[in-house]
């Protein structure tokens, strides 16, 4: 009797252990977002950069300077964007955290913040900064405030979008070489070029999945801005040569690739290469800036023209909404769900 109820315990120990396993293997990277996210977005009204929560809007700025927020993220409930402000006729890269601005730059002259994230509380910015050394802007990655330069100031270098992923740092950007700009991706600080400068070229964005990794830009050939992603380094079109095309912005999923950007003179989501219209056309065109992910849902922020003036739009799974009901020109250029 006392045998069996030694093997019972024995298999009742050794179901847990495989359990506890297999739970651990499914582990989420990232923390999975609520079916009812709180939903950021940041642009701007009129001149003035915003940031909105669930709709609600927020100043950074009061609007009597110059500004702008280009990227937003969310950690531990601090709320992080990324911009600038012009202070004394000079444009200063700034992080805001919880609405108080940070001055990132480390000397008197043009600065920008372009993208922000957080991870184990470290805060990382992406941007650019004149130096006097070499005449030229260099693109530089903040980590906690301290910076470090991605280009060594030979040529104008612009980083416009961050990631961090199992400590791996990722850098989208250009860097402008004999004229021509180059699509690059800097992995700890370690340079690629996605294009020969052949044609203009640039990266907007990235992201990392399955340690794939994913840059979205465009590339100027024969008179026309291709749409591109890259995988792994290696380029494929989204668009052809008869319609001018960029893209801002890409998020995956599942190996699902969401990419949020224009196609001619209309907002465009591509799903895994697929061109899906979010906009009717206009003359001075729609542009989708940022797309990211809730489960299956995929939520797209950018801008359309209306009656005479440009609307801040969110879309939810192809649905359009107003961000506001402002009546002045209004902007939507990053999103992010938390």
């Known amino acids: ?84 402000e012009k202070i004394n006729l000079t444009k200063k890269a700034t992080l805001w955290k919880n609405g108080n601005a940070i001055d990132l730059s480390s000397n008197a002259f043009t600065s920008y913040a372009r993208s922000v994230t957080v991870v184990n509380s470290d805060v990382y910015v992406a941007g650019f900064e004149y130096e006097t050394s070499g005449s030229t802007f260099v693109a530089k990655v903040w980590k906690n405030g301290v910076s470090s330069n991605l280009t060594n100031g030979n040529h104008d270098a612009l980083a416009e979008s961050i990631r961090v992923v199992n400590n791996d740092v990722y850098v989208a950007g250009y860097e402008s070489i004999g004229f021509v700009d180059v699509a690059k991706l800097w992995k700890n600080g370690s340079a690629t070029n996605l294009t020969d400068g052949t044609h203009e ?51 995956v999923e599942n190996n699902n690739v969401y990419v949020a950007g224009y196609k001619g003179l209309v907002a465009t989501l591509w799903i895994n290469g697929e061109a899906n219209s ?54 939507a250029n990053s999103i992010y769900l938390h």
Request: overall charge negative; aromatic content about 10%.
């Open 278 to 331: 979010l906009s009717t056309g206009n003359v001075l065109g729609n542009v989708a800036r940022s797309v990211t992910l809730n489960n299956s849902d995929v939520y797209v922020v950018g801008y359309v023209y209306e009656e005479g003036k440009t609307i801040a739009k969110i879309w939810k799974n192809g649905q359009s909404n107003n961000l506001t009901e402002s009546t002045e020109d209004t902007v």
């Open 201 to 251: 070229a640039r990266a907007y964005s990235v992201a990392v999945d399955n340690n794939d990794v994913y840059v979205v830009g465009y590339e100027f050939i024969d008179g026309y801005h291709v749409a591109k992603i890259w995988k792994n380094g290696v380029g494929s079109n989204l668009t052809d040569l008869s319609v001018d095309a960029k893209a801002y912005s890409v998020a």
């Open 1 to 84: 009797m006392k045998k069996i109820i030694k093997n019972i315990l024995l298999i009742f120990i050794a179901l847990f252990t495989m359990s506890c396993s297999e739970d651990n293997n499914n582990i989420p990277e990232q923390p999975t977002t609520s079916a009812s996210p709180d939903i950021y977005v940041v642009g701007k009204i009129k001149n003035i950069p915003m940031l909105w929560k669930n709709r609600t809007a927020s100043e950074l700025t009061g609007g009597t300077y110059t500004a702008e927020a280009h990227s937003v993220t969310v950690a531990n409930n601090d709320v992080y964007v990324a911009g600038f």
